[in-house]
């Protein structure tokens, strides 16, 4: 770790970050390679990267986006709650 950071910091998200992430929001079936050009990056700069999402759980995992009305559903929701004490 870097002595003049700390930890919070460490751990805050960089531009190439939030680039990586918006590629894959994207499209996440894209190639490492793909995103490298997209971003100006290396490739094993990608790869160590979304490596570390996924480790760290920034990734939580990769979904498919599906056409509900293919399957005859005419509306979905998604409802998340945060509940805290207070």
Do not use: C, W
Request: positive net charge; glycine residues 6%; charged residues 30%.
């Amino acid at each position: 770790m870097n002595n003049n950071k700390t930890k919070a910091e460490e751990n805050m998200a960089d531009d190439m970050d939030r680039k990586i992430i918006r590629a894959l929001n994207e499209n996440a079936r894209r190639s490492f390679r793909e995103i490298a050009r997209e971003t100006g990056a290396s490739v094993t700069s990608i790869i160590h990267r979304v490596k570390k999402f996924e480790r760290s759980g920034i990734i939580k995992g990769y979904i498919p986006v599906v056409d509900m009305d293919y399957f005859g559903i005419k509306m979905i929701a998604i409802i998340a709650l945060r509940i805290s004490q207070g």
